[in-house]
Nanobody, 115 residues
Framework: AQVVESGGGLVQAGGSLRLSCTAS????????MAWFRQAPGKEREFVAS????????NYADAVKGRFTISRDIARNTIYLQRNHLKLEDTAVYYC?????????WGQGTQVTVSS
């Protein structure tokens, strides 16, 4: 099983970018899906999650109101729509899939926000 991120790149501050994460080899609707990020010199941090059991979403305070996580069951894909990007959103963004007994991480996709 694996999860693969896509959609990273360079974007200007104030702009928008959507990240995608596609899962394969796992039962998608049995996994809570989440995004984390790691900025240079910092620890990896939680960004957002979509809980499979009830469809609830959670966000880090730093991204509330700007980022939206969503799930497309038909495509085994989650998205992270990011608006009003800030310089401090620059990081490698990682997709995470977590069930009761398994966790998978993607390899990450770089997002750079420029001024």
């Amino acid at each position: 099983a694996q999860v693969v991120e896509s959609g990273g790149g360079l974007v200007q501050a104030g702009g928008s970018l959507r990240l995608s994460c596609t899962a394969s080899g796992l039962t998608f609707n049995q996994y809570t899906m989440a995004w984390f990020r790691q900025a240079p010199g910092k620890e990896r941090e939680f960004v957002a999650s979509h809980v499979h059991k009830d469809g609830s979403t959670n966000y880090a305070d730093a991204v509330k109101g700007r980022f939206t996580i969503s799930r497309d069951i038909a495509r085994n894909t989650i998205y992270l729509q990011r608006n009003h990007l800030k310089l401090e959103d620059t990081a490698v963004y990682y997709c995470n899939a977590m069930s009761d007994d398994k966790t998978f991480w993607g390899q990450g996709t770089q997002v750079t926000v420029s001024s």
